[in-house]
């Protein structure tokens, strides 16, 4: 079970505008921790995607734009395109008695009708 | 450019072990810290382990502590993961992953993976 919540799964079509979670509990995010997110593409390794909380990386359409607020964390998906279709994780830290762990979100699979 | 590549994957019967390693070039190696994560098949990402660039703070998840071994060579330029006592469900893909913009920030670089297989 990850300590980060997402929905197994999103769709919209081409053009939409569609938002994918990600629920945390005091010791990650919700402690203020930044998150991030990745797209991992078929048969692909992960790509960071956006990071701290809101900022793209270089060469990110601005059509993906990411948020935060207390314990929840959003990635927003606008102008849906085909070649949006892929897993999408988010990502923080989790600081406990052990030290800090990077602990991920159990993914989203976007689907593009 | 940056590239991690990673390598040293196969198929291992269980108890067995295996020892992973990740070549990295492009960036300052020595200065970051660096990750182990594992993707088992058709599954979500999960962290194993973090060793921080002079190597004194290392990390690991609990499904790994005492299995699992992280290690650096900063004159290399290499990153390794030695696995002993593997499990069937050890089976994954296993990437390197770096952390350059800031300390316990995002995972910047991805290797492209080594895929592991434990089975009798």
Redesign the interface.
């Known amino acids: 079970q990850s300590v980060l919540t997402q929905p197994p799964s999103v769709s919209g079509a081409p053009g939409q505008r569609v938002t994918i979670s990600c629920t945390g509990g005091s010791s990650n995010n919700g402690a203020g921790y930044d998150v991030h997110w990745y797209q991992q593409l078929p048969g692909a390794a992960p790509k960071l995607l956006i990071y701290g909380n809101n900022i793209r990386t270089s060469g990110v359409p601005d059509r993906f734009s990411g948020s935060r607020s207390g314990t929840s964390a959003s990635l927003v998906i606008s102008g849906l395109q085909a070649e949006d279709e892929a897993d999408y994780y988010c990502q923080s830290s989790d600081f406990s008695l052990s030290g800090s762990e990077v602990v991920f979100g159990g993914g989203t699979k976007l689907t593009v009708l | 450019e940056v590239q991690l590549v990673e390598s040293g994957g196969g198929l291992v019967q269980p108890g067995g072990s295996l020892r992973l390693s990740c070549a990295a070039s492009g960036f300052a190696f020595s200065d970051y810290g660096m ?1 182990w ?1 594992r993707q088992a098949p058709g599954k ?4 194993i382990s ?1 060793i921080s660039s002079s190597s004194k ?1 290392i ?1 690991y ?2 499904s790994v502590k005492g299995r699992l071994t992280i290690s650096r060579d900063n004159a290399k330029n290499s990153l390794y993961l030695q696995m002993n006592s593997l499990r069937d469900e050890d089976t994954a893909v296993y ?1 390197c992953a770096s952390q350059t ?1 800031y300390s ?10 080594s895929l592991v297989t434990v089975s009798s």
């Open positions: 990750n994560v979500g990402l999960e962290w973090y703070t990390y998840a609990d990437y913009l316990f920030g995002p995972l910047d670089y991805w290797g492209q993976g």
